[in-house]
């Protein structure tokens, strides 16, 4: 770290000691610094939404006095300072600066399999038969986060297969990089006494719990007692003061019951401090279509969260519905990619598609390769950020930018192609998209004015990148 970044890195560190003394007496003074100390691109409408939070002591405000008051102090100063001082306020100069210099994307946080096994056999699910074949290596995994130390990534997040069948190596790399943050997806059932105690000493590791929805719809999938042990898992991290969230698959079955007020205060009883909510994709050869949600069950989706944002003290991110604040998909390593367990870099946690492996090549080779080159040039995929994935809303985006790019199927079970992927979406994508239209063009939105403003959720970069490419996107009158 150069001189300068020191002192700035002290100073803020200093800032955040002082706020910690006294966070609700102190948290508009250290939020006036943020915003300063804050480059103008990283996250404006989350910060934004802070400091409305802040100002109008709604719901978001007890939802950050909550977690503060929560997470045992032991981890509690620590974590704050990894995730916000080094995961972003230090971290994103730097990622402008790589993007620049390399002419490709370069992701806020790095998503990777330490495993692809699962000690559950879920049904519809290979990884308890055929996922103990591939993992990659503490060493891989460490050389990888200090390649995206290198280029200004602080944030990894641990998917699978059940990545905690690997905890012991994860702990190791918690302590390994203390100036990174770790989220790991889980389905919790290997958290223990031991674990939390590791987490304690730590205090840069969060789980997110998978949950299907409530006891019927998760023990029916993934045998029965399941739901027991994840609510024992909920509880004990909950006795030691730890911060988790969930994350849930959106689909057509389970529609209803995740996006009901019933599932929500349930969450918030179990003190979950955030949930992520992903769309269910047809990925995989033989996955079922009729899992994708119908428009009206995504548009409900849509208004919910929108709404419990408003009410709820939980933070909730709808990834697919949510493209507007970032400025559409963010995969391509635009804000994240995907490592598989085989080292196959892919452009997306769903896009199993590759042309390089992180056993054969760099980290920012990878991003140069051919695929990661096509998001580049092609993101955002369409102008309406209500339709921003190249799969789920742009008719064979994907199956074009793998034709042109060369890259292969990286499935670890079946090959399947891009073309016959994109086949399964094109009737969800026919039906959804008078619906983003109009969502997109509501002139009594509460979005409506920031959707007028062509620079709405892009970074610099990504301005700078548009205007070399004479790009100019399309905005609602």
Known sequence: MKATEQIKHAALDKALDYFLEDPEGRITKIMDLLDKAAPADLFPSQRAAFRSAIDEKNNWYRLIMHMLDYTNPQMRDRLLKTFIIDGNLMAWPKQEQARREHGCNIP?????????????????????????????????????????????????IYTGGEPLVRKHDLIRLCEAHPDCAFLCFTNSTLIDEAFCQDMLRVANFVPAISVEGFEEATDARRGSGTYARVTQAMELLRSHGLPFGVSCCFTSQNAESIASEEFFDWLIDQEALFAWIFTYMPVGVGAPVDLMVRPDQREHLYRFVRRMRQESPLFTRD???????????????????????????????????????????TLLEALQSPIFMEYYREQPFNDNYLRPCPMLEN??????????????????????????????????????APVAE?????????????????GQGLADTD?????????????PR
């Open 463 to 475: 301005k700078e990148k548009l205007s070399d490419q004479g790009r100019t996107r399309t905005v």
């Open 438 to 454: 109009r969502l997109w063009n509501d002139s009594a939105d509460s979005m409506a004015a920031k959707r007028r403003d062509a």
């Open 108 to 156: 806020w946080a790095i998503l990777l399999d330490p495993t692809s096994a699962c000690n559950l056999h879920c049904t519809g699910c290979w990884a308890a038969e055929y996922g103990h074949k591939q993992n990659l290596t503490y060493e891989e995994i460490d050389s990888i986060i200090d390649q995206g130390v290198a280029l200004g990534t602080h944030v990894y």
């Open 395 to 432: 008719k064979d985006a994907l199956a074009d930018m793998v034709r042109r790019s060369g890259a292969h199927s990286t499935d670890l079970q079946e090959k399947e192609s891009a073309a016959d992927l994109c086949a399964k979406c094109h009737a969800s994508i026919e039906a959804w």
């Open 319 to 361: 990834f697919q519905n949510d493209g507007e604040f970032v400025g559409g998909c963010i995969a391509g390593g635009r804000r994240y990619l995907h490592i598989n367990a085989a080292g196959d870099v892919e452009p997306c946690v769903f896009a199993h598609y590759a042309n390089a492996n992180i056993r054969e090549c």
